[in-house]
């Protein structure tokens, strides 16, 4: 799949990371000669992440958008975008009690709103 893919690789050359990563399929990608399936041209992709914390890097942003179809004609389509952020550091000796009252505090917050 990667030989009709045409895209972009952003590093980060301080800190030798893969800070985004994109790309668009140039045309139609196909599995088995096309009979166990295929991938529509113009489908793309964005990855991208950061150092959230000193010495920690995750995940921040990704985008897939993809359509095709597989075996017996099914089809496939995927349309996902996910943004993550609010990142911080806690204790090194968090306990799993802690952790999950954090958690459950985060959620009823996000309900709320």
């Known amino acids: 799949m990667f030989h009709d893919m045409e ?3 952003w590093v980060d050359s ?6 985004v990563f994109s790309g668009h399929l140039t045309r139609d990608v196909k ?6 399936g295929h991938l529509d041209k113009g ?3 964005e990855v991208r992440q950061a ?8 995940l921040t942003n990704m985008s897939v958008q993809i359509t095709g179809k597989t075996l017996l004609f ?3 389509g995927m349309r996902k ?3 993550h952020g609010n990142f911080y550091q806690v204790s090194d000796d968090l306990t799993l009690a802690e952790a999950a009252d954090m958690l459950n505090r985060k959620t009823v917050v996000a ?3």
């Open 111 to 113: 309900d709320s709103h």
């Open 7 to 9: 895209g972009e690789m």
């Open 31 to 36: 599995f088995g000669l096309g009979l166990l």
């Open 14 to 19: 301080k800190q030798e990371r893969l800070a």
């Open 51 to 58: 150092e959230v914390v000193p010495g920690h890097w995750d």
């Open 81 to 83: 975008k996910e943004t």
């Open 74 to 76: 099914a089809t496939i």
């Open 43 to 45: 489908g793309h992709f």
